[in-house]
């Protein structure tokens, strides 16, 4: 039965992939048909607490407000997941909160299950290590493997399906933290977005005649990827990071009928970033799943890059982030 010692608190962090995860090459395991690459970041965590309860059912409170829906329903699948791994029956209460905007392409999936993921090992004594816990968070969101770790991440696609493909698939940490980059968040929109990423996915890889052309490219573009980050050639990182977006975008427009997340607001930001480059400072875009826009640039020029992106309109919010730290337990609530 539940005690009170089967409780755990966890801190998980967003994370902006470089080179984008975008459709999934099987739906119920969450295996990506690409590898992607992510920097972890140190803004907008996301702190979940998992406790074991008495319940016929799981109670899910989600910024303050009980979840409801397919909200809800996401996070009870997960927890059986969890509980058939752990050979428990319990129910849990889970009380998440997100210090940035949720579901507005700006990761709350990511750092959402990623503090998930490792409270419910805890809580329900799950013997996972932190590769055994990426593949775990991977199965609530696919961008979630990767915020379990700090600094760049890589996510292998890994190889085939069915038990051997979610054995291989999993995200580690590639180092490469003397790049130390900022990225500056421009929140243009704080609302939940219209169609979901796992939507969306499904949609451009049944549909799109670009999805092919661009997950080939980006297996070369994370290959590239790596090395630049290796050799710390901010330059490169960006151009990489921007023409895989850009042709993640381009690939969902294609689909049929078209995805469309970019909005007139987007576009400006985009143009500002342009307007940056043309003026001699290395600034990139990546954009995902959503309006906001995430331009990454050396730590020095951050300041630069944000009075530029004030300056396209009110409604742009930038917050700058660096490199972040993995999910990890709060001490103390065990
Ligand atoms: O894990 P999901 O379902 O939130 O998908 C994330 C998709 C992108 O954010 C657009 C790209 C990525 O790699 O994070």
Redesign the pocket.
């Known amino acids: 039965g539940a005690t009170d010692a089967d409780a755990a608190v966890a801190v998980a962090h967003p ?3 470089l080179v ?3 459709g999934k090459r099987d739906e119920a395991l969450f295996l990506p048909v690409t590898g ?1 690459l ?1 920097m972890t970041l140190d803004i907008y965590p996301t702190t979940t607490a998992v406790r074991l309860i008495d319940e016929p059912a799981d109670v899910v409170v989600l910024n303050g407000r009980p979840a409801v829906g397919e909200a809800y329903t996401r996070v009870a699948r997960f927890l059986d997941l969890v509980r058939s791994r752990a050979h428990r029956t319990e129910h849990a209460m889970v009380v998440s909160t997100n210090a940035g905007p949720t579901g507005a ?1 700006l ?1 709350s ?2 750092s959402g299950f990623a503090a998930l993921a490792t409270a419910a090992a805890a809580a329900y004594r799950l013997d996972a290590d932190d590769r055994a816990l990426s593949r775990l968070a991977r199965r609530g ?4 493997s990767r915020s379990i770790f700090g600094g760049f991440v890589v996510w292998h696609a890994g190889d085939g399906d069915g038990t051997a493909g979610d054995l291989s698939s999993y995200a580690e940490p590639i180092g490469g933290e003397a790049l130390d980059p900022a990225l500056v968040v421009a929140v243009v929109d704080h609302a939940s977005k219209a169609v979901s ?2 939507d969306a ?1 499904r949609r451009t890889v049944a549909t799109s005649p670009f999805y092919r052309p661009w997950a080939d490219s980006s297996e070369i573009d994370l290959v590239e990827m790596q090395k630049a980050i290796a050799r710390q050639d901010l330059p490169a990182v960006g151009e990489i990071a921007e023409r895989n977006a850009l042709g ?1 975008h381009a690939s969902m427009l294609a689909a049929r009928p078209g995805i469309r997340y970019l909005s007139p607001q987007s576009i400006a930001v985009l143009d500002a970033v342009l307007a940056l480059r043309a003026d001699g400072v290395a600034a990139y875009a990546t954009i ?2 959503g309006p906001n826009v995430t331009v990454l640039c050396a730590r020095a020029d951050a300041a630069r890059v944000t009075a530029a992106l004030r300056a396209v309109g009110d409604f742009v919010d930038p917050r700058t982030a660096h490199l972040g730290p993995g999910a990890t337990l709060v001490p103390g609530e065990d």
């Open positions: 994370n902006i992939a984008k995860y975008w992607s992510s392409g990761a999936s990511a969101s696919g961008s979630a990423s796992r996915m993640m995902d799943a």
